[in-house]
């Protein structure tokens, strides 16, 4: 098991900063669109219509959904 542990920490840590990249670049484009929205309100962003109603902010919130459920499919199976 040790071992299994040695091969996935590379890959915990680059899931990890795509996350984090994926968030700032949402972050960047929510503000474009909304500059006054904090990193909270972008933890619902369906409650600010202006993002809610931007394809490219979907678009890129759907790449960070995806980069979330890896991380959790990964941790599920070990």
């Known amino acids: ?7 996935s ?3 915990d840590r680059l ?3 795509m996350i984090e990249a994926q968030r700032a670049r949402l972050a960047s484009i929510a503000r474009r ?4 929205l904090t990193m909270e309100d972008l933890l619902q962003p ?4 202006r993002i ?3 394809p490219e902010f979907n678009f890129e919130d759907g790449i960070l959904a995806g980069y ?11």
């Open 1 to 7: 098991m040790a071992h299994e542990d040695a091969k």
């Open 9 to 11: 920490e590379p890959t």
């Open 15 to 17: 899931i990890d900063e």
């Open 33 to 36: 669109i909304q500059p006054d």
């Open 46 to 49: 369906h409650d600010h219509p």
């Open 52 to 54: 809610a109603a931007s």
């Open 68 to 78: 979330l459920a890896v991380r959790a499919a990964l941790r599920a199976n070990r």
